[in-house]
Structures are given as structure tokens and as C-alpha cells.
């Protein structure tokens, strides 16, 4: 049974479901109290066992958290703090208004806070903005035995102890690491250094963008990266569904920004509809006003349109074709940039790789178009008038130009905007599609004057 199935009038189902409901997972639970309203799941949480609520509230699922500790009151708010994960609750208060943050900051213990401090220092979207400090570490001097007793004593209060970070005893730099399973195995006598992990570990820096945290997790196979200053300390550790959250963030402002708006920043049935429209409207108004460029180009060519009606046909079928070549190319580039699979300055590889496929695939779509028309002439659905041939040729010419524009622009304009310092993911599908439809009826009528110039025109 799901929450999410009834209606959202049932507020009151949700609570007695949460409530009279004891096999409900957690993600079940993140999912219930996430349809209801904050002081309702506030009150839900403070009257569970504090180790539920607490796995609950670490959960980035639940949309709501920052609003249910803003009004629970100060007694429980720090109780369920003090036993979330220190990322977590960084997370969390980033996102309360300022006096809140103050209030709920202030409760905290001295080692917490200066944890969680730590943690708000660093740039979002970096090694350092999504690691945790809940960590297990050792002395290289320790015996397998110590390492699994003090294991067992801090497994509760850390984020993973699939990996244990062997330390240096006096720079405390990291020098290996083991992992569980190694561990296990080992003699109990034995130095921890003969499970340790030969060669120097995976590490990262602080201020190292997700998508390289990512990529390294991937490479290695890693269930997590620790993260090191300049000296080798260790600062934290970023695990797997750290990356996961993220990447799942990051991908959704992504699909939002390609479809030509802002990204929402919240789950879509929570942003208010003046939100909503300050969203969407901006990118809608700058989409409009670059198709009035179209307009601007038809009434250049007014004259040869009034010659040569049936060169309006075409319009939609020129102006969809190349919009479709640039929208394809914008996505395969934006996603190798983002998987790192290309670099800025492969930009003249993909210009090279693109000009003669766009000419091909303009070639193909050419052909289609200039059989349509023979088709349509000789089985007398349409007439194209006594140059028939001659607008068929023009058709196949002016797509072939067009789609191995659209091609390049396309691949392009993420290169040129990471140039600039910008979100490669702005080059929307219908940024780029304006962009092509404009120059597209250029080259059009471009290349009907020089092919029907003394015949029709």
C-alpha cells in the first residue's frame, strides 16, 4: 500500500497510515511523510523511537525535513539532530532561514558544530560540500584485533565501516586502506598494515567537482573516496549514495534546463504557481523573441515567396529538420562533456566529426524530401508546377546545408558556452532549435535563388 495513491486531500488517511502502520519501511515512510504538512510530520516524528526518526530525517528523500525541524520545538529538533549524520544536518540547515539556522545551530554540541561548520565551508557540489566526517580511522600501529573491537564500539555513529583508514601515528597523513573484508580475515595478532591495501589509496581533494568524485568511484570501484587536505589529512569521506543524491539532483536540473526553463530546485508539486511562472516565462520570452528572427527572415524573402509559393511547403520540414540535427547533437555533446568522455579543448575533433555527419545524415533526409516530391508529382497528389525537378533538387540541397548547420551549431554551442564559464546544460533543445530555424530559412531561400533564379524566381 502507498500513500502516494491516495489523493491529496487525504492528509488525515496519511497520518492514521504512518501511525497504525508498523511494517512500513523507511523509504515508505519518507514517502508518507512527505504528503503531508511539516507540522503534522513533526509531530509524527517526535512521538517515534528516536533511532526511526533519526534514519528517517537522514534520508535526502524526505523533501521536508528543513520545515519539520524548523517547527518542532528546540528539545526535539536537537535530540534528532545530535544522532543524524553530520552532512546531513549541514545539508538541512543550509537550507532554513538564517535566525532558524542561528537557533537550531546554537543547541548543538561544541565538537558537533564545529564539524557541521566545517562541512557549510565548502562550495556546493564539491568533494568537500557532499563528504561526511563520520568515518572509522586507525593507528598504523594497531593490531587487527584493536581495529575490530573499535569497530564494533563506533559502527553506530559512522557512515560506512566497509573501509577503515589506516592513519600515521604522528602526522596522522592516510597511509592505507583496509577494507572489512580484509580485516576479518586477518590474524588478530597481526599488525593491521599486513591487511592494509598495497599502494597509495584513491584520494581526493576537498574542493574537487562531483563529476571527477564520481568518475574516480566508478574507475576504482570504490564503496567510498576519502577526502584529504594539502598535507594529506583526512577531512571526510564521500560514499556511493552520497555521489548517487547528487548526480540525481544535478541530472534533474539538467533535463529541466534542456527543456528550455530554469531548473525548479524543488519536487514539481511543491513549487507555487508564481514559482512556477517565474520558471518557465523568462526562457519563453527569449525563445519567442528569437523566433520573431523567423519572422524577420520570411519578410526578407517576401518577394521570392510571392513568386514561388510552393517554396512554402517546405518551411516546416526545412526548419524541423535542423532544429532536430542541432537538438541531437547538442545532447550527445552535453553528455560527453558531462561524463568527462570530451574536454574543451576537443572542440575542432567533434567540428571535424560533425561536418561530414551532418552532411551524410542531410544527405539521407535529402533524399527523402526530393522522393516525395517525384512521388507526389507523378501519382498526381500535388502539382509542383512545369520546375518540379528544379524544387526537388532545391529541397535536397537546402537540407543538406541545413542539417549539417544545425549539426554544428548544435555540437558547438556547449563548447562555446563552458568557454564562457556556463552551464553547458542551458544549450536547450529549443535554444537550439530557434537558433537553426533562423539561419535554416537563410540558406533555404539562399539556395532556391541560385537554383531557381531565372525560372521560378
Not at 523533501?63 to 534528532?80: F, G
Not at 564539491?126 to 563520520?134: C, D, K, L, N, S
Not at 577494507?179 to 597481526?190: E, F, H, N, S
Not at 552520497?242 to 514539481?268: N, S
Amino acid at each position: 500500500m502507498n500513500i502516494n495513491s491516495f489523493p491529496m486531500r487525504a492528509g488525515n488517511a496519511a497520518r492514521a497510515f504512518i501511525n497504525n502502520n508498523r511494517a512500513l519501511t523507511i523509504a515508505e515512510r519518507v514517502e508518507s511523510l512527505n504528503a503531508i504538512e511539516a507540522h503534522e510530520a513533526a509531530r509524527i516524528l517526535a512521538k517515534m523511537p528516536e533511532e526511526r526518526a533519526i534514519r528517517i530525517l537522514d534520508r535526502p528523500e524526505l523533501r521536508n525535513a528543513p520545515a519539520i525541524l524548523e517547527v518542532m520545538t528546540n528539545a526535539d529538533a536537537t535530540r534528532l539532530l545530535h544522532g543524524m549524520s553530520n552532512d546531513r544536518v549541514a545539508d538541512i540547515l543550509l537550507e532554513l532561514d538564517d535566525d532558524v539556522r542561528v537557533r537550531l545551530f546554537a543547541t548543538l554540541e561544541e565538537p558537533v558544530r564545529v564539524a557541521i561548520q566545517g562541512l557549510m565551508g565548502y562550495p556546493p557540489r564539491t568533494a568537500g560540500g557532499i563528504m561526511t566526517t563520520e568515518y572509522v580511522s586507525v593507528c598504523a600501529s594497531w593490531t587487527v584485533a584493536q581495529t575490530l573491537d573499535h569497530v564494533r564500539q563506533v559502527e553506530r555513529s559512522r557512515e560506512t565501516v566497509y573501509a577503515i583508514y589506516v592513519l600515521d601515528d604522528d602526522t596522522h597523513e592516510l597511509l592505507h586502506v583496509v577494507t572489512l573484508r580484509r580485516l576479518i580475515t586477518g590474524q588478530p595478532d597481526a599488525c593491521i598494515l599486513t591487511v592494509a591495501q598495497k599502494g597509495t589509496p584513491v584520494m581526493a581533494p576537498p574542493l574537487m567537482k562531483q563529476e571527477d568524485v564520481a568518475r574516480l568511484i566508478r574507475r576504482h570501484d570504490l564503496l567510498a573516496l576519502p577526502v584529504v587536505d594539502d598535507k594529506g589529512h583526512m577531512l571526510g569521506i564521500v560514499t556511493v549514495d552520497d555521489v548517487i543524491d547528487t548526480m540525481i539532483a544535478d541530472t534533474t536540473e539538467d533535463a529541466q534546463k534542456f527543456g528550455g526553463m530554469e531548473a525548479l530546485g524543488q519536487p514539481y508539486m511543491k513549487i507555487g504557481f508564481g514559482g512556477m511562472i517565474r520558471k518557465r516565462a523568462g526562457w519563453l520570452a527569449a525563445l519567442f523573441l528569437g523566433e520573431m528572427l523567423t519572422a524577420s527572415a520570411m519578410q526578407h524573402f517576401e518577394g521570392e515567396l510571392e513568386k514561388a509559393v510552393v517554396l512554402t511547403l517546405f518551411i516546416p520540414l526545412i526548419m524541423s529538420s535542423g532544429g532536430n540535427s542541432g537538438s541531437q547533437a547538442t545532447s550527445l555533446i552535453i553528455r560527453a562533456l558531462a561524463l568527462g568522455e570530451l574536454k574543451l579543448s576537443d572542440w575542432w575533433r567533434v567540428a571535424f566529426r560533425e561536418l561530414p555527419t551532418g552532411i551524410v545524415l542531410g544527405s539521407i533526409l535529402g533524399l527523402v524530401g526530393f522522393a516525395r516530391v517525384v512521388l507526389w508529382q507523378t501519382i498526381g497528389l500535388f502539382d509542383y508546377g512545369p520546375h518540379w525537378q528544379l524544387v526537388g533538387v532545391t529541397v535536397f540541397a537546402a537540407l543538406i546545408g541545413i542539417v549539417t548547420f544545425g549539426s554544428l551549431a548544435g555540437s558547438m554551442l556547449p563548447f562555446i558556452l563552458q568557454k564562457l564559464r556556463l552551464d553547458p546544460a542551458s544549450a536547450s533543445a529549443p535554444f537550439v532549435a530557434t537558433l537553426v530555424d533562423v539561419t535554416g530559412l537563410v540558406i533555404y531561400f539562399s539556395v532556391a535563388l541560385l537554383i531557381l533564379s531565372g525560372t521560378l524566381l
